[in-house]
């Protein structure tokens, strides 16, 4: 797997933020390139985002997806819990599950999508697939 990098930048649409990771990612990571993200996001004046983590995979044990997964009063995770996220994953890869799941459970706008066309989509209508 390669090396921890991202890219941030707003879509051809000028509807949604894009963040392309590659390599390993953690708690620490997804803080990271979520910070730089909120700040083109305020930049731009949208409140969308398009995580493409085709090329990354989570490897940090359960326990700490689940604590990073909860919703903090300040922080990254406060900050976006009622924004639109859409995680585009590989077909195969499931590291990315737990969290997802968990932020859904705990209120999050996020769902995760496979193809790039259809998180597209979702993210230029609001949410509605």
């Known amino acids: 797997m390669a090396e921890f990098s991202f890219q941030v930048y707003l879509s051809e649409s000028g509807r949604f933020v894009r963040i392309d990771v590659q390599g390993v990612m953690t708690g620490e990571s997804v803080s990271e390139f979520m910070t730089e993200a909120l700040k083109v996001a305020e930049e731009s004046r949208v409140d969308r985002f398009l995580l493409d983590v085709r090329e990354a995979r989570n490897t940090w044990v359960p326990l700490k997806k689940v604590a990073y997964a909860r919703p903090a009063a300040s922080g990254v995770a406060g900050r976006i819990k009622d924004v639109l996220r859409v ?14 799941q968990t932020l859904q459970a705990r209120g999050h706008r996020i769902s995760m999508s496979r193809d790039e066309a259809s998180a597209i989509r979702m993210l230029e209508r609001g949410g509605e697939s």
């Open 87 to 100: 995680v585009l994953v590989s077909p195969n890869d499931r590291s990315h599950d737990l969290v997802v």
